[in-house]
């Protein structure tokens, strides 16, 4: 078996839940290195850079229409347009400015996307996120005003070896907004957020390797 495939079968084992999706993240590998998993029947992958992502996944779609592509880094505002057409599922939503923009996009190109708020759950200055303090109100503001599709919340917490309080507090803030849906655990540290309820888990080098 491809070695790609049995690092990916053995994270699926690893969860052991049919429900928690495994975002392949496939950022800078090639799209020969990505294939064998598109072919082996995967169909959540994600990246961080839309010009990277277009050049890789706008033949792969074509071909395989099931597959969900994520934006999981931070999304500038000027990309959103080409963001709007290619990926299904933003992770990195985070102000008022952006969420307008994709509101746009989105009656423009006739799609609509699905859409994790991210938080700054450590409260990082370096880090990307709305703070705790304004997550109501930006929620309310993107469903009401907006209309468009929240389906959770997303956090990348610090790394001070206190990953069960941060994933335990943005569980608790998903549930306080009745969402249903949870971005949270990386290669690192994916089994701590599984405790804490997380649906999708970003998974990149424990399946495709270390990055050049």
Known sequence: MDTIISRFENIKSLIGNSNVKIIAVSKTFSPDIIKPLVDHGHLHFGENKVQEAQFKWVDLKKINPNINLHMIGKLQSNKAKEAVKLFDYIHSLDNQK??????????????????????????????????????DDFYYYCIKELKINIIGLMAIPPDDNQSDDYFKKLMELNKLLGLSELSMGMSSDFNVALKYGSTFVRIGSSIFGSRS
């Open 98 to 135: 952006l969420a307008n923009i994709l509101a746009k996009q989105e009656n423009i190109a006739n799609r609509k996307l699905k859409y994790f708020i991210q938080v700054n759950i450590g409260n990082e200055k370096q880090k990307s996120g709305i703070s705790i303090n304004l997550l």
